[in-house]
């Protein structure tokens, strides 16, 4: 088991920045592909970025390339988002993940075993 706990959201004005940690116990989580998720209200759960279990390899959604930033410290546990230049339409709550590594840089939930609580992202104009 890998337990998740997301912290960091919060409300934000338009153009603004967060940082969203996601803080990992129980097995060992350098060897977890790691991704973040969002949910809008009314919406399915989306894709946003993912990390490979060295932290080498990124990979993004279009719609976040070039404002946000995923990265992650395996000494710490912990894997971030970094959120830039953030829009109306990034409200969201927003969920880690953890998957086995042979699916580095998955978009798809079914192939993420272990899920934070989530995080609330709100974003005013």
């Known amino acids: 088991q890998v337990q998740l706990v997301e912290s960091g959201g919060g409300s934000v004005q338009a153009g603004g920045s967060l940082r969203l940690s996601c803080a990992a116990s129980?097995?060992?989580?350098?060897?977890?592909?790691m991704g973040w998720f969002r949910q809008a209200p009314g919406k399915e759960r989306d894709f946003v970025a993912a990390i490979s279990v060295s932290g080498y390899a990124t990979y993004y959604a279009d719609s976040v390339k070039g404002r946000f930033f995923i990265s992650r410290d395996n000494s710490y546990n912990t894997m971030y988002l970094q959120m830039n230049s953030l829009k109306p339409e990034d409200t969201a709550v927003y969920y880690c993940?953890?998957?086995?590594?042979?699916?580095?840089?998955?978009?798809?939930?079914?192939?993420?075993?272990?899920w934070g609580q989530g995080t609330q992202v709100t974003v005013s104009s």
């Open positions: 129980g097995r060992t989580f350098a060897n977890y592909a």
């Open positions: 993940a953890a998957a086995p590594p042979h699916y580095d840089g998955s978009r798809f939930q079914n192939t993420y075993n272990y």
